[in-house]
């Protein structure tokens, strides 16, 4: 047993061990145990880290915000430089069309209130800035073996654009950079070790068990265990006391050869496409990735165990994926087999993350991020060190939400937009959050 620790994080993804340097620059000694052999070997190192600020509600398109500088500025983000290397951040910027799903004025009213820099693109100037783009609406997305699908356009499109949008070209190398800014400041890293309990004692948490039967001691206990948080938050005992649920929803993200002109030495910009249900964009070899946006078409694939759902692509996916993107982009030749990945979100009910205590004195939580927080990860770190100084220190955070003043723009972020007992909040209800 090693002797007790200020705090116990539960997981090593790019939030976990972002929470994990905040919680050991406050101070506090801080053991972060993971299941998995490394850093960001989670969920984290299939994400497809792209950077926006397209969001639904002020506070997410504030916290964004207020984090993208620390990609920018990342070593000084961390404090120290990792000698085995640093993720980059790519500013690409994004082009969002135009979609039902998903509000041009909404976004922009946030923007113009937050001061983000974007522009309206009409049919012409995008295809100027972008010929190799069909820039027809076949809204709504539908699946590749519907007779409409090769129905002609019925309109064309208009965009946003985001110029400081872009993406970091390894995600699972950010999460490392965090857990060795971690260490630097003296969290002790346990990787094979998994929670398989949670110690309880006069009413607060004490603790946790690891397989084989270890119980490592803590007085604070953050759950950042990504697909597996809400497994985690029933063996706390807290999911009772939460009004949004988390669960475990499979996705697939391919990769093919860019199409001429979009790639990244191109210039090609990150593009969200809920016209057709997709989004795609550069990576370094001149390739594209290309994920989908939940349309209403696609069934979900909810996952209740998530150390057992097939990880492998599937040939329905893939024909989808590609053929949508043929819609978008008509020189796009389609690969004759999958190079993707299959993963999985921590999505919740209304698509935006928990940053929060719990009903359990000492157990807090990062978690449902909903395959849209890997950019918010250098804030979410500071998100719960405010948290838990202002909860230990006897806040009641249910009752008078702590405020995150922002540096960037100094404005206040409301902590309570991500309560576990929140209403849910309206949004696109799906990825875009
Ligand atoms: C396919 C995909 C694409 C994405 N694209 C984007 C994007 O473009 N932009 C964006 O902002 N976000 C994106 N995301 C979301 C983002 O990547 C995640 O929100 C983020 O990586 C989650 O990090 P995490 O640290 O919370 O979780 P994870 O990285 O999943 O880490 C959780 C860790 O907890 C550990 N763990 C779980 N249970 C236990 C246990 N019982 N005991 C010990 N350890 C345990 C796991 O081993 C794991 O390492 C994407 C996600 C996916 C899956």
Known sequence: ???????????????????????????????????????????????????????????????????????E???????????????????????????????????????????????????????ARFPQLDLGKYYPPKPVDDPAFADDPNGTLRALTEPDAGFVDDPM???????????????????????????IADGRVAGVRLVGGEVLRSPVV?????????RLNEMAGVTEGMRIRTRALRQEVFAATAPAGLALDDGAPVVSDLDIGQ????????????????????????????????????????????????????????????TG???????????????????????????GTSGNQFKNAPIAGKFLRAIVDAVESGHDHDAEPVRFVGERTGRAIDLGAFSRRRSPASTSGTVMG
């Not at 200020?6 to 053991?31: K, N, Q």
């Not at 696609?298 to 209740?304: G, R």
């Open 341 to 367: 990945l299959a993963a999985l979100y921590d999505a919740s009910d209304d698509w935006v993350p928990i940053y929060d205590a719990s009903d359990l004195p000492g157990w807090y939580m990062a978690c």
């Open 173 to 199: 190398l950010a999460a490392r950079n965090l857990a060795y800014a971690a260490r630097h400041h003296g969290a002790t890293f346990r990787f094979h070790a998994e929670v398989a309990g949670v110690e």
């Open 1 to 71: 047993m090693i002797p007790g620790t200020d705090v116990l994080v539960i997981g090593a993804g790019v939030i976990g061990s972002s929470v994990a340097l905040e919680l050991a620059r406050s101070g506090r000694s801080v053991t972060v145990i993971d299941k998995g052999p490394a850093p960001g070997a989670g969920s984290t190192s299939s994400s497809s880290s792209i950077i926006r600020f397209s969001y639904s509600t002020l506070d997410a398109v504030l916290t964004a915000w207020e984090a993208a500088p620390a990609w």
């Open 222 to 230: 953050v759950n950042v265990g990504g697909p597996h948080s809400w």
């Open 73 to 127: 500025h990342w070593e000084q983000h961390l404090g120290v430089a990792d000698p085995d290397g640093m993720c980059r951040f790519l500013r690409t910027g994004m082009l969002l069309f135009d979609s039902p799903d998903f509000s041009f004025t909404r976004i922009t009213d946030l923007w113009d209130d937050v001061g983000i820099p974007y522009e309206v693109l009409e049919t012409p100037e995008i295809a």
């Open 279 to 338: 989004y795609f964009r550069p990576q370094i070899g001149g390739t594209v990735l290309v994920g989908g946006t939940e349309p209403a078409c696609d069934e979900l694939e909810w996952v209740d165990d998530a150390d057992h759902y097939d990880e492998h692509t599937t040939v329905e996916k893939f024909e989808t994926t590609m053929y949508r993107l043929a819609r978008r982009v008509p020189s796009f030749g389609i690969p004759h087999r999958p």
